[in-house]
């Protein structure tokens, strides 16, 4: 994999190429994982329930399969801003805005937001049993979340319905203890943020940002192209100002072999290439070969890390027919070929027009 100078307003300089070895097999590889994901459908339709389920996607076999609806939802209720996170054999699923989706007028469908929740649902892949667990201390949505060591970082998100600013609050979960404990917090208001644990640390990238003591309807602009880093064992959070450069916040960011890869933002979720970032420059550049053409509008679309492997998990609308011609895809991007990384993965037919709720997250299954 190499680096270009971008072409975009992400940085300005290329990072030299690595020394790359013949990446492992793509079958050895993805084996032992799953990647879970959380969906609802757009509308409601006859005899179905919009709520939330779970399904999971196969990377052996190209297959995505059914798992368990949410528990806790009402008919036509959907959770969304929640995050969903893997640790051990379990998934977690933590607060978010809960609404419901009620007819307008005519055949037309809205969100009416019904309350912030700090709920944490478990769900142990290998039991299919749910469980709930200790709630957060602080309601939350559209949050930064990550596991570091065997424990679920939290930071940042809304905490109510009426707010028009995010929050700084940030706390930590010991699954082993079903204990929230808090952290001290961001020196700035995030929501939209997103977490990653890089290096050891938690990083807490982008979001709608501004100062505790800003002016509530301005926002400071060196806070919202920031990222800030949380070091576990020092208590601490440090201010990464221009970390990410645009006042639109990332959709997402990935880790693989120690290096940060971002492919759009929450406006447009894929931007036609992907980006890594050079922490000595402090800037994002474009990955060479990494542009795509067949990955182009996807209505949903989320990244999962598999080894060297990005798993690009995507929904389209194909042609007329609404519902009938959605499928899904998946395009695999090898981050250690030098040519020729990209391939595309057999089209699956949809039943019904389903939206992801939250993005996916990896399961590594046991021996």
Same mark, same amino acid.
Request: hydrophobic share 35%.
């Given at each position: 994999?190499?680096?270009?100078?971008?072409?975009?307003?992400?940085?300005?300089?290329?990072?030299?190429?690595?020394?790359?070895?013949?990446?492992?097999?793509?079958?050895?590889?993805?084996?032992? %994982?799953?990647?879970?994901?959380?969906?609802?459908?757009?509308?409601?339709?006859?005899?179905? +329930?919009?709520? *939330?389920?779970?399904?999971?996607?196969?990377?052996?076999? *190209?297959?995505?399969?059914?798992? +368990? $609806? @949410?528990?806790?939802?009402?008919?036509?209720?959907?959770?969304?801003? !929640?995050?969903?996170?893997?640790?051990?054999?379990?998934?977690?699923?933590?607060?978010?805005?809960?609404?419901?989706?009620?007819?307008?007028?005519?055949?037309?469908?809205?969100?009416? &937001?019904?309350? @912030?929740?700090?709920?944490?649902?478990?769900?142990?892949?290998?039991?299919?049993?749910?469980?709930?667990?200790?709630?957060?201390?602080?309601?939350?949505?559209?949050?930064?979340?990550?596991?570091?060591?065997?424990?679920?970082?939290?930071?940042?998100?809304?905490?109510?319905?009426?707010?028009?600013?995010?929050?700084?609050?940030?706390?930590?979960?010991?699954?082993?203890?079903?204990?929230?404990?808090?952290?001290?917090?961001?020196?700035? =208001?995030? %929501?939209?943020?997103?977490?990653?644990?890089?290096?050891?640390?938690?990083?807490?990238?982008?979001?709608?940002?501004?100062? =505790?003591?800003?002016?509530?309807?301005?926002? %400071?602009?060196?806070?919202?192209?920031?990222?800030?880093? !949380?070091?576990?064992?020092?208590?601490?959070?440090?201010?990464?100002?221009?970390?990410?450069?645009? &006042? @639109?916040?990332?959709?997402?960011?990935?880790?693989?072999?120690? +290096?940060? !890869?971002?492919?759009? &933002?929450?406006?447009?979720?894929?931007?036609?290439?992907?980006?890594? %970032? &050079?922490?000595?420059?402090?800037?994002?550049?474009?990955?060479?070969?990494?542009?795509?053409?067949?990955?182009?509008?996807?209505?949903?679309?989320?990244?999962? $890390?598999?080894?060297?492997? =990005?798993?690009?998990?995507?929904?389209?609308?194909?042609?007329?027919?609404?519902?009938? *011609?959605?499928?899904?895809?998946?395009?695999?991007?090898?981050?250690?070929?030098?040519?020729?990384?990209?391939?595309?993965?057999?089209?699956?037919?949809?039943?019904?027009?389903?939206?992801?709720?939250?993005?996916?997250?990896?399961?590594?299954?046991?021996?």
């Amino acid at each position: 994999m190499t680096i270009s100078s971008p072409t975009t307003p992400m940085g300005f300089l290329p990072s030299p190429p690595r020394t790359t070895t013949p990446p492992p097999s793509p079958e050895n590889t993805s084996s032992r %994982y799953r990647v879970m994901a959380s969906f609802c459908l757009r509308e409601p339709a006859p005899n179905a +329930n919009v709520s *939330n389920w779970i399904e999971c996607y196969n990377p052996c076999d *190209n297959t995505w399969t059914y798992v +368990n $609806p @949410v528990p806790g939802l009402a008919d036509n209720q959907v959770l969304k801003g !929640f995050a969903m996170v893997s640790l051990g054999d379990s998934i977690f699923i933590i607060g978010g805005r809960l609404c419901r989706k009620d007819r307008a007028r005519g055949e037309e469908f809205i969100e009416v &937001d019904v309350e @912030v929740l700090s709920t944490v649902l478990r769900y142990n892949v290998t039991t299919t049993q749910w469980s709930k667990c200790t709630p957060l201390g602080t309601p939350r949505y559209d949050f930064a979340c990550t596991v570091c060591e065997n424990k679920i970082y939290v930071a940042g998100g809304k905490s109510t319905l009426e707010s028009a600013r995010g929050i700084s609050l940030a706390e930590v979960f010991d699954p082993a203890l079903n204990v929230w404990t808090p952290l001290p917090s961001m020196s700035t =208001l995030r %929501y939209k943020c997103v977490g990653v644990t890089w290096q050891g640390k938690i990083l807490v990238v982008g979001g709608f940002a501004d100062r =505790l003591d800003s002016d509530r309807t301005v926002p %400071y602009a060196l806070e919202r192209s920031s990222a800030e880093l !949380f070091d576990p064992s020092s208590g601490r959070w440090d201010l990464m100002v221009g970390m990410w450069q645009l &006042d @639109v916040p990332p959709n997402q960011i990935v880790v693989v072999d120690g +290096n940060l !890869f971002s492919s759009g &933002d929450c406006l447009k979720a894929w931007k036609g290439h992907i980006e890594a %970032y &050079d922490m000595n420059l402090n800037i994002w550049n474009i990955v060479d070969g990494s542009q795509l053409q067949t990955l182009c509008s996807p209505l949903y679309l989320t990244v999962a $890390p598999l080894g060297t492997l =990005l798993y690009f998990l995507a929904g389209y609308r194909r042609g007329a027919g609404g519902s009938s *011609n959605f499928i899904s895809m998946v395009h695999v991007f090898d981050s250690l070929a030098d040519e020729d990384a990209w391939r595309d993965l057999e089209p699956i037919q949809e039943v019904g027009d389903k939206e992801l709720c939250s993005h996916g997250c990896v399961v590594q299954l046991s021996k």
